[in-house]
């Protein structure tokens, strides 16, 4: 039997599908699994070793322009021939959206999803043969294992689910990492996620007097700029020289004894590779999307609209309200209760 994963972004979310792949696998190893991706997630994708082929497309990138419409159009051909060759049992779209639903139409079969009171956009369920109901009041993790049992057939483990990631905990060669280091997380799509920089730097400080070197992490040349400046005459800061994915960030991320960030999508790689974390929430609802595993620390703010949902505010000046409402000393004092390293 052969069936295709649909769960197209974001990084956070392919990351919460990891225990449903877990499941299945042990429940039915005759099983093979295909999964189709967006092209910027597609190595960390391939970081599980129940996934047999990663199907990833462009249509992030593509439809940016309309200039690059027509590729779009030739793409998705390509994509649907590609899908209908590999002869599905089963579609499985696990994001309940129409951007994933209408790609697992693709592959020629009838496909599997949320029904319309479990989606995130209740119009895909429309567009699935067989609708499941799934409570979106659990948590992310939770409500892809169940998912995913219910369509294929097989019982729930208890328990806590597992990620089922192998990934050594050795950096890459040539990278000068501190050691000890914790990883520090400062970036996040939404403007509202950041906690604002001065913090940023006094933590930075108070981790270094600790004992441990910190490692910064980023994605673009706003992350970059960002790092650099937090990096700025603290000793033992070192600024990640390039922009690092699947394999190669999963190492870097293994090797730290403690990560410190944001709501994101490294976060939720960091507690699947069960590195012991501090995470700060603001305008997300961290029992909806927080970290899922053992040793993870949640820092929320206490602001009175959090967490509001909001990827831009203007209730105050700088629409940061949320975040700079978590409490410094409190993420200090959390980061000061690992104690020293080693």
């Not at 892809?144 to 219910?150: E, K, P, V």
Request: aromatic share 6%; hydrophobic share 45%.
């Amino acid at each position: 039997m052969r069936i295709l994963i649909v769960k197209l972004t974001s990084f956070g979310d392919v990351v919460h599908t990891f225990p449903a792949i877990t499941d299945l696998r042990a429940a039915r190893p005759d099983i093979e699994i295909d999964w189709l991706v967006e092209e910027a997630f597609a190595s960390f994708v391939a970081l599980h070793p129940a996934v047999s082929m990663v199907h990833d497309v462009a249509m992030r990138r593509l439809r940016a322009r309309p200039a690059r419409w027509p590729r779009l159009v030739g793409e998705t051909a390509r994509l649907g021939r590609t899908l209908r060759r590999r002869r599905y049992d089963q579609v499985v779209d696990m994001q309940g959206l129409m951007k994933s639903a209408l790609p697992a139409l693709l592959a020629g079969r009838g496909v599997i999803g949320y029904d319309a009171d479990s989606a995130r956009e209740p119009a895909a369920s429309r567009m699935y043969r067989w609708r499941i109901g799934v409570p979106r009041s659990m948590h992310a993790v939770e409500r892809s294992r169940r998912l995913l049992a219910a369509a294929i057939g097989y019982d729930l483990p208890s328990g806590q689910g597992q990620y089922g990631l192998n990934v050594p905990a050795v950096a890459d060669g040539g990278l000068d990492l501190p050691v000890p280091y914790a990883i520090v997380m400062h970036s996040a799509s939404w403007e509202t996620k950041l906690w604002p920089e001065r913090n940023w730097r006094s933590l930075l400080a108070e981790i270094v007097g600790g004992g441990r070197g910190v490692v910064l992490p980023w994605g673009n040349a706003e992350e970059q700029a960002r790092a650099q400046r937090l990096a700025v005459d603290i000793p033992d800061v070192h600024v990640l020289p390039q922009v690092m994915s699947g394999a190669s960030l999963a190492r870097v991320i293994a090797g730290a004894d403690i990560a410190v960030g944001l709501d994101s999508g490294m976060m939720h790689l960091a507690a699947a590779l069960d590195v012991p974390g501090i995470w700060l929430f603001g305008p997300t609802d961290p029992g909806l999307t927080g970290p899922y595993g053992s040793g993870q620390t949640i820092i929320a703010s206490t602001y009175p609209e959090a967490p509001c949902r909001r990827r831009r505010c203007d209730r105050e000046r700088g629409g940061r309200c949320c975040m700079t409402a978590v409490d410094i000393f409190e993420v200090m004092d959390a980061v000061n209760a690992f104690g020293p390293p080693g």
